[in-house]
């Protein structure tokens, strides 16, 4: 069974750091790429962060870009998200989800998420 | 930066109602289009991609179609447990993908 379980989340004060992780289980986890997707309390999904399955292409959305930082370790089968410079409007649930593509290698979706863990961010 | 819209924002409906959710995309994304659940306190669950192709193990009530800039999701007969927020995903530019609003289907 795929599960992915997200951790790390918490209170911290504005300019400050945190470091989430997504441990993953139930898959090969080095094939996959994967995403950092978040969503402020009461809003919509926002996508965040992209990792390819090697770890060599990495993609941010601007919102993040220079705060945030994505890294995956495929022999600990892990994620992460190290976010810097935090804001009031970083807060919200974070959810890792695996991408995956369909068998004709043009559509990608996210097949499986965690369950997020909430960053707040607040003084 | 491709943007998506819903229509309607929420809906109101009854068990047994047919329901339709309209997804609109700023420029073409041909059927890159995907379709999520997500109930309050839960992460999302995919249930449509390339804009018709039912995820497996989605019941088949529900349904996607379009191409182009404007898309559909249908629930031919809603159920107690559908229930929830719906979500469109563009993956046209992907890994940049974009999701819509979201509508929320809750009872009348």
């Known amino acids: 069974e795929v599960q992915l379980v997200e951790s790390g989340g918490g209170l911290v004060q504005p300019g400050g750091s945190l470091r989430l992780s997504c441990a993953a289980s139930?898959?090969?986890?080095?094939?996959?790429?994967m995403n950092w997707v978040r969503q402020a309390p009461g809003k919509g999904l926002e996508w965040v962060s992209y990792?390819?399955?090697?770890?060599?292409?990495?993609y941010y959305a601007d919102s993040v870009k220079g705060r945030f930082t994505i890294s995956r370790d495929n022999a600990k089968n892990s994620l992460y998200l190290q976010m810097n410079s935090l804001r009031a409007e970083d807060t919200a649930v974070y959810y890792c989800?695996?991408?995956?593509?369909?068998?004709?290698?043009?559509?990608?979706?996210?097949?499986?998420w965690g369950q997020g863990t909430l960053v707040t961010v607040s003084s | 930066d491709i943007q998506m819209t819903q229509s309607p924002s929420s809906l109101s409906a009854s068990v047994g109602d047919r329901v339709t959710i309209t997804c609109r995309a700023s420029q073409s994304i041909s059927s890159y289009l995907n379709w999520y659940q997500q109930k309050p306190g839960k992460a999302p669950k995919l249930l449509i991609y390339a804009a018709s192709s039912l995820q497996s193990g989605v019941p088949s009530r529900f349904s996607g179609s379009g191409s182009g800039t404007d898309f559909t999701l249908t629930i031919s007969s809603l159920q107690p447990e559908d229930f929830a927020t719906y979500y469109c995903q563009q993956s046209y530019s992907t890994p940049r993908v974009t999701f819509g609003p979201g509508t929320k289907v809750d009872i009348k």
């Open positions: 990792i390819s399955s090697s770890g060599s292409t990495i």
């Open positions: 139930g898959f090969t986890f080095s094939s996959y790429e």
């Open positions: 989800a695996r991408d995956h593509g369909d068998s004709s290698g043009y559509y990608y979706y996210f097949d499986y």
